[in-house]
């Protein structure tokens, strides 16, 4: 990397360097990750685009923002930082091999403004605050943002990307309560096709409740989770986005497999290598864990994911509670009825 490109990455803004890794920022302040920080020690200085924390003295610019919190080394933070997703928008799509728009091929860069500010309108807020009464925080780390079809359909756009934070596929998830009207557009917007699995039957016809732009790599979700694992740490595996972001809320680290029928081997081979790794499956290291869903399929994927990860552990949920998500909000009622 050369003197330039150097430079570039030094002028990332930092606040939204910090709100990529996760962090919130309000009024250029932020809490502080590298303490037990409960006061928004960690500032930062726009015009000289940096941070600092006057607690425990954290300073430094972009990289060393990026170093610190993810336990990099300077080379593997600017490689972080220098991935097209963690770049701001620059008036035109960067252009990368996959973008190109022709033959159904992933168009990346054509969706990644779309993440960079993302905006949340009504329904996409009822669903994740009121319904799954999710932490703002996790929504910020998501990267999730919503948008509205041409037949006026809310939907919730999901990201996923790979480890190194590149955006390689987008779940658009349909926000229309439950027994929605008939809609049947005849065909999808174009680059984009709609989801023919059994949940997106509807009494009075095919109303997708995804949606997928072609090309899009849904694997294993939330893998940037996986720069942030430490010695000791446990790793929650869940089925569906939406049990990974419930197990993020109750302050677990936490990835997905986007449903029961969707393990591909190259996600097996995804975690076989991560059980393998210096801090993976053994005493001391990172320990995986799942709540599997209270039903046939569920289960099967549990057994699917034991033969990866023999360390896996099983954990039942109460009586009641089909999924994560509903145990994430029985939890949620029981401490607000105790305030």
Request: proline share 9%; glycine share 8%; with cysteine.
């Amino acid at each position: 990397m050369d003197r330039l490109e150097l430079q570039k990455l030094r002028d990332l803004p930092i606040e939204g360097v910090a709100e990529r890794l996760g962090l919130r920022v309000v009024r250029h302040k932020a809490l502080c990750p590298f303490h037990d920080d409960h006061h928004a020690s960690l500032s930062f200085k726009v015009s000289k685009n940096t941070f600092r924390c006057f607690v425990c003295d954290a300073k430094g610019g972009t990289i060393d923002l990026v170093m610190k919190y993810l336990n990099k080394d300077f080379k593997e933070a600017c490689r972080w930082l220098g991935a097209p997703s963690h770049l701001p928008p620059l008036g035109e799509a960067i252009r990368t091999p996959e973008a190109s728009p022709s033959g159904g091929r992933w168009e990346g860069a054509r969706y990644e403004r779309f993440f960079e500010h993302p905006f949340l309108n009504d329904d996409a807020r009822r669903f994740l605050f009121d319904e799954r009464r999710l932490d703002p925080r996790v929504v910020r780390w998501c990267r999730l943002t919503s948008w509205k079809d041409r037949e006026g359909v809310p939907w919730l756009q999901i990201p996923y990307y790979d480890r190194e934070g590149k955006l390689v596929g987008i779940q658009n998830r349909n926000l229309t309560p439950s027994k929605p009207p008939r809609i049947t557009p005849s065909k999808p917007p174009r680059g984009e096709a709609y989801s023919h699995s059994p949940s997106g039957e509807t009494e009075g016809g095919l109303f997708p409740r995804f949606r997928f732009p072609a090309g899009s790599q849904c694997g294993i979700y939330n893998l940037p989770v996986l720069n942030l694992l430490k010695p000791g740490d446990e790793l929650y595996i869940t089925e569906g986005a939406s049990d990974c972001w419930s197990l993020l809320s109750a302050g677990h680290k936490a990835i997905a497999i986007p449903s029961a029928t969707l393990l591909s081997q190259k996600d097996k081979g995804l975690l076989q290598t991560l059980d393998s790794s210096p801090n993976g499956g053994r005493p001391g290291g990172v320990s995986f864990h799942m709540f599997p869903d209270r039903d046939a399929p569920g289960e099967r994927l549990f057994l699917q994911l034991k033969e990866v990860l023999p360390s896996l552990v099983h954990h039942q949920l109460p009586p009641g509670c089909k999924d994560y998500s509903e145990f994430y909000l029985a939890l949620r009622r029981r401490e607000a009825s105790e305030e």
